[in-house]
């Protein structure tokens, strides 16, 4: 789930519904099983990476039918170029966005599931979290300091890709999956820019948060975007004739209108390209570097 948008997650939960005929619980152990559940422990679904321990409420998760469900609907999606009558997604979705929904969940439920690609290691140390594009862009232009809108989460574990963190807060109606993190590490000057992309409450005030990162070099960027000034972070630096990856406001991103800007005694120019990744105030999408000189 942390892979996906929450419109995404939305649109899996209803296809996940119109799939469950398809999906078995069985005894019986077979290649094709993916995960496996004990009715009388409490324990969730595990994946079948060993054999458990063999009781009478001992169930294996088979999904088989439920791939071969997925492939056949996408076909039929992409040839009528619509999402047939019979499956109820609460709105009118386009092709483009429910086809990726579906491979997600097919990858998902396949013999072979999909395997983190980083290793984690486990660690306890604490983490300065701030909140969304704005407040991040404050922290590393030097224009906010202090702890005002600053929390403090405690790292679980760290990998290449991101943290797992542990979040104590009687304020949290902002973490949400998706959201635009800042995160400086514990004895570090520097800023990370990250995604929640798992949020689980655990306790009344408290909850387990997993962030995806994007950026451990990002700068804070004064830009101009066709007369408005626009301030944006640059997530890699810039080479000319490569992309570079920047966050900016939703509203700010237009098509064929460069960003223009300073950045280490030189000015550069970048044009957008495609999308890549959207919240609910910013947005991330691959520049061309036309010049930085």
Same mark, same amino acid.
């Given at each position: 789930m942390g892979n996906l948008k929450p419109l995404e997650i939305e649109i899996a +939960?209803?296809?996940?519904?119109?799939f469950l005929p398809f999906f078995s619980l069985?005894?019986?152990?077979?290649?094709?099983?993916? @995960?496996?559940?004990?009715?009388?422990?409490? #324990?969730p679904p595990t994946r079948l990476a060993k054999l458990p321990e063999v009781t009478?409420?001992?169930?294996?998760f088979n999904g088989t039918r439920a791939v071969a469900a997925v492939e056949k609907t996408m076909e039929q999606i992409r040839a009528e170029g619509r999402v047939p009558a019979g499956i109820k997604l609460g709105a009118q @979705?386009?092709?483009?966005?429910?086809?990726?929904? &579906?491979?997600? #969940?097919?990858?998902?439920?396949?013999?072979?599931p999909p395997?983190?690609?980083?290793?984690?290691?486990?660690?306890?140390?604490? &983490?300065?979290?701030?909140?969304g594009l704005a407040a991040v862009h404050q922290r590393l232009s030097g224009r906010a300091s202090g702890t005002e809108g600053l929390e403090t989460w405690v790292i679980d574990d760290v990998s290449l890709g991101g943290f797992g963190a542990q979040v104590t807060s009687s304020r949290q109606d902002w973490i949400r999956i998706g959201a635009l993190v800042g995160m400086q590490p514990e004895g570090g000057e520097n800023w990370l820019i990250g995604i929640v992309r798992r949020y689980v409450r655990t306790g009344p005030n408290q909850g387990s948060v997993g962030i995806e990162t994007l950026s451990k070099t990002p700068y804070a960027v004064f830009a101009d975007?066709?007369? #408005?000034?626009? +301030?944006?972070l640059l997530l890699d630096i810039p080479?000319?004739?490569? @992309?570079?990856?920047?966050?900016?406001?939703?509203?700010?991103? +237009?098509?064929?209108?460069?960003?223009?800007?300073? #950045?280490?005694?030189?000015n550069a120019r970048l044009h957008p390209r495609e999308t890549i990744k959207t919240g609910n105030d910013f947005v991330v999408a691959n520049f061309f570097v036309q010049s930085f000189s």
């Open positions: +939960e209803r296809f996940i519904t119109y069985i005894r019986e152990v077979r290649p094709e099983n993916v @995960y496996w559940v004990d009715a009388a422990k409490p #324990l009478p409420t001992l169930r294996f @979705y386009d092709v483009d966005t429910v086809i990726p929904v &579906l491979e997600h #969940l097919g990858m998902c439920w396949a013999p072979k395997t983190r690609s980083n290793t984690r290691h486990r660690m306890n140390s604490q &983490l300065k979290v701030v909140n975007a066709g007369g #408005l000034d626009t +301030e944006a080479e000319v004739g490569e @992309y570079a990856r920047m966050a900016l406001p939703a509203r700010a991103l +237009e098509e064929k209108v460069a960003l223009l800007f300073p #950045l280490d005694d030189k």
